[in-house]
């Protein structure tokens, strides 16, 4: 078995419970474990699971200046924002284009925390260099620090109980310094799952203790631990975009529906002439949510052409993520398609490996909770 | 790892197959089914169908990801687990027998000589 990939300090926990290991960007993660996904991704839905996201990169800006420089970084009203809030931004181009999508961790005014997608975590903290250019310090703790995300409805009083209380009153999107399990952490209200839960942040030698004591409490309560696999059938059924499918430096977050996450009023950060000028004068192609007919048997992936066989060329639009909508039913995915058949309800055709299938537009999440 | 039933032959592509009469009952592996994860759809060609060794038969889709399915050896369909189209999920609970895929009848005898026994499929997985 290859050895040259990076494990997480959960590594090992991973194995004893016989998880199936992949590649992904470089690190040996867990995709499923023994229940297999159908039965974790319903676990988080009913019940509560545990994921290690440890891959993730960590890092603190800092300084006397850092407001300045998480303002021209960030779409979304972040350095505004009151002390203790978590803010769900894109980062951008000048060309509008989407660098990563993050959630920063607003602790002072002289101080933020930043949690950013795996795969992106050296370019990201690049870019924050290379933009802020001295503005601030950026602290890349990423080796350092270890993430278990807690999601699904029996998440928050079973990580409160663990806490001592001091986690129930934690409002969505806002976090705390805490203590889990005799664990220091940092844990957040936050997700990417559809669910309510918390992510707990802490440092790597306390991570299998954190997560052994989860487990335990998680496992009378029917919680699972869950792998990759389910985490993306999950934030396909809550339309959460994933970078790298559905968000790249190609599109902006106005044609990615994220028009909520971009703030513009009396703001000029990078990227916002463009996404003014797209809000002012709307876009040409949109991100819209699909469901495969259900006369039809099959599933949309990535990359996967929409097509119109009546125009030339064909091909009008991709799919950027598709799949099996495990709660939801059928074959749900999300595309890149042009406006004009963009509203729900809207008849599209897929080509399906050689095979023209057709499916319908569906406007919001394919899963809310209830 | 567990065995593979000693009574198959079986293909590098993580295919087994197994005397039928005078046919050959084709599905996929343990091992593949490890591989897949938890299986969502699987497309099979229709009863008299030709499929020509090598070449693409049939597609098998999990949670993750899409698979093609190659024909072991060429010649005319002559079954289909009908009840798949339903029950996708009997692949992994039963690979090698509710899970069954396609029954094929063979071309040429000599195709057969070039399977795969279990222990030699067994030194080719364990090389994976």
């Not at chain 1, 090992?12 to 995709?31: C, E, N, S, T, Y």
């Not at chain 1, 988080?44 to 850092?66: C, I, K, N, T």
């Not at chain 1, 664990?183 to 707990?200: I, N, P, S």
């Not at chain 1, 099996?324 to 059928?330: L, N």
Request: glycine share 10%; hydrophobic share 40%; aromatic share 8%.
């Amino acid at each position: 078995m290859s050895t040259d990939r990076r494990k997480t300090p959960l590594w090992d926990v991973h194995k004893q419970l016989g998880a199936r290991l992949i590649d992904f960007g470089g690190w040996d993660m867990p995709v499923q474990y023994t229940a297999g996904t159908i039965k974790e991704h319903k676990a988080v839905r009913e019940a509560v699971g545990l994921f290690d996201v440890s891959h993730m990169g960590e890092a603190y800006l800092r300084g006397p200046r850092v407001r300045e420089a998480v303002e021209q970084l960030t779409t979304n009203n972040v350095a505004a924002a009151p002390a203790g809030k978590a803010v769900y931004t894109l980062l951008c181009r000048p060309s509008g284009g989407i660098v990563d999508d993050c959630i920063f961790y607003k602790r002072s005014d002289d101080e933020f925390f930043v949690i950013v997608n795996a795969s992106n975590t050296t370019k990201d903290l690049e870019w924050f260099r290379e933009q802020t250019r001295g503005l601030c310090d950026v602290v890349d703790v990423s080796d350092e620090t270890s993430l278990v995300a807690v999601q699904g409805p029996k998440a928050i009083a079973m990580v409160d109980k663990l806490a001592g209380g001091t986690l129930g009153a934690l409002t969505s999107f806002t976090f705390a310094d805490a203590t889990v399990a005799g664990v220091r952490c940092v844990a957040a209200r936050t997700g990417y799952t559809g669910e309510d839960g918390f992510e707990l942040a802490c440092a790597n030698a306390d991570a299998p203790k954190l997560w052994t004591a989860l487990l335990e409490a998680a496992t009378p309560l029917g919680g699972l631990p869950v792998g990759l696999g389910a985490r993306d059938t999950l934030r396909l059924e809550a339309k959460l975009p994933l970078y790298g499918n559905d968000l790249d430096d190609d599109h902006t977050p106005i044609e990615a529906g994220l028009g909520w996450a971009v703030k513009l009023d009396n703001r000029d950060f990078i990227g916002a002439s463009v996404l003014r000028a797209q809000k002012a004068n709307g876009v040409t192609r949109q991100l819209v949510g699909f469901k495969i007919d259900e006369s039809v048997r099959a599933f949309a992936r990535h990359g996967y052409p929409v097509v119109d066989r009546n125009v030339t060329p064909p091909v009008i639009g991709t799919v950027t993520s598709g799949g099996p909508g495990i709660c939801v039913g059928g074959a749900i995915g999300l595309a890149y398609v042009p406006v004009a058949r963009a509203a729900a309800g809207t008849p599209l055709t897929i080509d399906c490996r050689g095979k023209d299938v057709p499916a319908t537009v569906v406007s919001g999440k394919f899963y809310k909770r209830s | 790892m567990t065995g593979f039933p000693s009574d198959l032959r079986y293909t590098n592509d993580h295919e087994w197959l197994k005397a039928q009469g005078t046919s050959w009952r084709v599905g996929i592996t343990q091992f593949a089914v490890d591989q897949l994860g938890d299986i969502t759809l699987v497309d099979l060609p229709k009863e008299g169908d030709l499929v020509t060794k090598g070449q693409r038969f049939g597609t098998i889709e999990s949670v993750k990801s899409v698979s093609d399915l190659y024909a072991p050896v060429s010649g005319r369909v002559t079954a289909v687990n009908a009840a798949l189209k339903d029950a996708p999920e009997s692949v992994n609970s039963d690979p090698y027998g509710a899970g069954w895929m396609i029954e094929i009848e063979a071309d040429e005898s000599s195709e057969v000589d070039e399977l795969l026994s279990a222990a030699d499929y067994t030194t080719h997985v364990s090389a994976q």
